[in-house]
């Protein structure tokens, strides 16, 4: 079915589908009434007479809508139209955590990994906080923004928790590679079962691939319920051990040995990012066997009062002497079984004193160091300063550890153990080193040996080599905190650019390209009429040469005039002064009379030449003296002087032949 195009509820324009779920299809789609862009994600035709599947997407756009949270998309409207059921949620721009995996080939960074899990839990922790089970939680549907922001979206298969949830009619919902071993079996899932899909979302960022994996679904799933994966550490030993731990109590097959909580989990992925290589994750041990035994108090107070009542009689009819008297055996019995008792009460006592009793240990870390001595007195231990160390998030004479490590739920200890403690000496000074002139190599490891860190900044420089320090922005033995950032600017030598082939461009096209690259454009003028007028004939520095930007690059312009041609009307009569009808019947009589000796011909035709610049052009014979009008067409390139000769009347006069079409000359 095409829908784009569509107006759904007289608001939301369909623009184009973006993307295709397990449910549903996913379209961008304009809102017209708020001016921005959104998804919407509408039920695919199959499903539309499923009531099963409609009631689960309407669970989805009600769970979801309630959630709000940085880490969730959020979704702005539901409804329906006809037989389209939709949910109208945030466009995000971004890519699924799935395809950048895919990209990567490969593990990501493990701390990259670590923030984009700890945004995930938070928004699971406020999901569960919602009695909300996403069930479906794996890297498809997590979105990573443009500004690495993790979002987690489709809710399809969420489902409001309550004491009797369990998977619909029996069947599995999910994705067999990251759902639990309770979705596989599909018995009772809650929140448990999103940090185990977390924790195989967790351990395919780290590793570059998922912990079980066979060629059919149902082998997949056999997998969760049997097997143990292989410890991601082993396949990358570059993680550190926290993150391994955190992965493996995460994916625990029994939901007792999991953290119970996205909550608990957020805790232990931070302490990661701050202690790589700590103790901190607590491994917890299930006892199947263990049963609670209920006690009858009743029958312990019976036995109790029966005790009582035996011991009274025992004291009124006591005739210890009388019996040791009679039984006198047996009364060395009794004796040799009182000595084994007050040995044995004496061991016990020994041991006792040997084996103390178990108190609670305190947490002392961040308190300051009398605090902790004091607390740590008052529980009867022994308080140890084991060292002190420079740390820049501890102030100084506050603790930053102690061994053993505080554990909320196991943190018994010995009496009379000792407790020792790092104490902080604050951060550390140092003092910035001079690096200007050093190499770049040199001025780096001088920083660093003064516990500093270096960040560069590379620019051109006239008068300092390529790869020495220009400059430093703190100045040298500056006192500032170890770790502080100093920055050094670089020379890349001078600044160079390539020079563009600018032949044959028009004049304009030529300045501007060569200008954008940072060059000095000079202009020359040359003439070729085999070349348009106003192109480039040569460049002075060939192209594809690397020079200093800010040198001057010489162009030769195509500059000739073309010619063009001007009608010139030449006034023949006024030139020559022409010739009357009645002089030529004279001398037509004077002509035919034989014996006249004063008879002249008169001239009724002359030749008309042009010159320009005094070069002839053009010529014209037998021209009747009386014409006005005679039109000769010459051609010039500018301005030139043209002259007429008729018959030896010459007129000169000058003529711009780029503005004129017509000149008249008489």
Do not use: C
Request: no cysteine; aromatic share 6%; hydrophobic share 35%.
């Amino acid at each position: 079915m095409n829908i784009e195009g569509k107006l759904l509820a007289g608001r939301y324009e369909i623009i184009e589908k973006i993307g295709n779920g397990g449910m549903a299809t996913v379209y961008k789609a304009t809102d017209k009434v708020l001016k921005r862009n959104v998804a919407i994600k509408i039920l695919r035709d199959e499903f539309t007479t499923d009531e099963e599947f409609i009631r689960r997407f309407e669970v989805e756009a009600q769970s979801a809508a309630r959630l709000t949270h940085a880490n969730i998309v959020s979704i702005y409207d539901v409804g329906v139209e006809g037989n389209l059921y939709y949910i109208v949620m945030e466009l995000i721009q971004g890519k699924t955590l799935k395809e950048i995996i895919i990209e990567e080939r490969g593990p990501l960074p493990w701390k990259w990994s670590v923030n984009v899990a700890i945004q995930i839990a938070s928004a699971l922790e406020m999901a569960h906080r919602n009695n909300i089970v996403h069930r479906d939680i794996k890297p498809h549907n997590i979105i990573i923004t443009e500004d690495g922001v993790a979002k987690v979206t489709d809710f399809g298969i969420a489902k409001a928790v309550s004491n009797s949830t369990i998977t619909s009619f029996g069947t599995t919902i999910g994705s067999v590679h990251y759902f639990s071993p309770e979705q596989a079996r599909g018995g009772y899932t809650d929140a448990k079962s999103d940090i185990y899909s977390l924790g195989v979302v967790m351990y395919e960022m780290i590793t570059g691939r998922v912990p079980f994996d066979a060629d059919t679904p149902v082998s997949v799933a056999l997998k969760h319920m049997q097997e143990e994966p292989e410890e991601p550490i082993k396949l990358n030993p570059n993680i550190p051990v926290s993150i391994n731990k955190i992965i493996m109590k995460a994916i625990q097959k029994e939901t007792g040995l999991r953290y119970q909580t996205a909550t608990e989990m957020v805790t232990d992925l931070k302490k990661a990012l701050k202690d790589p290589d700590g103790d901190f994750v607590e491994e917890l041990e299930y006892d199947p066997t263990a049963r609670t035994q209920v006690i009858n108090s009743q029958q312990i107070d019976e036995e109790k009062i029966k005790s009582q009542k035996n011991s009274s009689k025992g004291k009124k009819e006591n005739k210890i002497k009388t019996f040791i008297k009679n039984h006198k055996v047996l009364s060395s019995f009794i004796g040799i079984i009182l000595l084994f008792v007050i040995s044995l009460g004496t061991t016990l006592f020994v041991l006792n004193i040997t084996n103390p009793p178990e108190v609670a240990m305190p947490n002392v870390v961040g308190l300051t160091k009398e605090e902790a001595q004091k607390l740590i007195e008052e529980a009867k231990l022994v308080f140890e300063i084991d060292k002190e160390e420079y740390d820049k998030d501890v102030e100084e004479g506050h603790i930053i550890s102690q061994d053993p490590t505080y554990m909320e739920r196991f943190n018994k200890v010995k009496q009379g153990s000792t407790v020792k403690v790092v104490v902080s000496k604050g951060q550390e000074k140092t003092k910035v080193p001079n690096v200007k002139g050093k190499g770049k190599e040199e001025a780096i490891k001088s920083i660093e040996d003064a516990k500093l860190k270096s960040e560069i900044i590379e620019e051109n420089s006239k008068t300092v080599k390529e790869g020495y320090v220009i400059s430093q922005e703190t100045d040298p033995d500056t006192e500032v905190f170890a770790g502080d950032v100093v920055k050094i600017h670089i020379s890349k030598g001078i600044e160079k650019a390539v020079v563009p082939d600018v032949v044959g461009k028009s004049e304009a096209e030529a300045k501007q390209e060569l200008e954008a690259e940072g060059f000095v454009v000079v202009k020359a003028s040359s003439e070729d009429s085999s070349k348009a007028n106003g192109v480039v004939l040569k460049q002075s520095i060939d192209s594809g040469k690397s020079v200093e930007k800010g040198s001057s690059v010489t162009i030769t312009i195509n500059s000739f005039k073309q010619s063009k041609t001007v009608k010139l009307i030449i006034n023949v009569k006024s030139l020559t002064g022409g010739y009357s009808e009645d002089k030529k019947e004279a001398d037509t009589e004077n002509n035919n009379n034989e014996n006249s000796t004063t008879a002249t011909a008169v001239e009724k035709k002359v030749n008309v030449s042009v010159s320009i610049d005094g070069k002839e052009v053009e010529t014209r014979q037998n021209i009747d003296k009386n014409t006005t009008n005679l039109e000769i067409p010459v051609s010039g390139v500018g301005t030139q002087t043209v002259t007429v000769n008729a018959g030896g009347a010459k007129t000169t006069k000058t003529i711009d032949f780029e503005n004129s079409t017509t000149v008249n000359i008489q």
